[in-house]
């Protein structure tokens, strides 16, 4: 059972555009969710996160919007740049519990 | 900065041989993790550890074990490798705040 979701296996986005990439859930009662970006041959890295009792979280081009009552969560980033293209992965998890549930990952290309 | 190092970057395997992943820290952070990434399915956790000869399992542990008799060293153990175990695999510990992971480069394993 997958508890989080990305649906859209890969986005393709002009450069200076913005990028929206969508996560969906299952469980109600994630306390934080986060986006991680991978690029080839290396491990993933933190990107931004957000708690639960929150709906928006921004980080310079970066900014997460979660709602709840849909169980979705979505990454913006203003204005796209080639550097971005990568994979991302939505997590989420649980206080208390140490364990992240990732998503399938989205692979972002940003087209010059 | 944190910083971890995997053993063997890369390996190719027969089935039916034991493996050995190792998995090491700079720094005293009390959780490590082991996930494998595959096409189509992210990155699932293996198993985790939150203190010396301290474990638990993830949600993909079967045919795995781990072992942890140091801080900073974090081994994953596959006993008989099968065809099914090839994928890349990541360690990673816990910094900063709730969910935040900080990856190791991957471990690419073959089994043929």
């Known amino acids: 059972d997958q508890q989080v979701k990305q649906n859209s296996p890969s986005l393709s986005v002009q450069e200076g555009r913005i990028s929206i990439l969508n996560c969906d859930y299952t469980?109600?009662?994630?306390?934080?969710f986060l986006w991680y970006k991978k690029y080839p041959a290396e491990g993933p890295t933190f990107l931004i996160s957000i708690s639960s009792i929150k709906d928006k979280n921004e980080d310079g081009r970066f900014t997460v919007f979660l709602n709840k009552s849909a169980k979705h969560l979505s990454l913006h980033i203003v204005p796209s740049q080639p550097g971005d293209s990568a994979v991302y992965f939505c997590?989420?998890?649980?206080?208390?519990?140490?364990?992240?549930?990732f998503g399938t990952g989205t692979r972002l290309t940003i087209i010059p | 900065d944190a910083g971890i190092t995997q053993s063997p970057r890369h390996k190719v395997t027969e089935t039916g041989t034991p493996v050995t992943l190792r998995c090491h820290q700079t720094e005293n952070h009390r959780y490590m993790y082991w996930y494998r990434q595959d096409p189509g399915h992210g990155l699932r956790l293996i198993h985790y550890s939150y203190g010396v000869k301290d474990t638990d399992k993830g949600e993909v542990s079967d045919g795995y074990s781990v072992s942890r008799s140091k801080t900073e060293d974090f081994l994953l153990t596959l006993e008989s490798a099968t065809s099914s175990q090839t994928s890349v695999y990541f360690c990673a510990i816990s910094v900063g705040g709730p969910g935040e992971l900080f990856f190791g480069e991957g471990s690419r394993l073959t089994v043929l």
């Open positions: 469980n109600s009662m994630f306390d934080y």
């Open positions: 997590a989420a998890g649980n206080f208390g519990n140490e364990k992240l549930t």
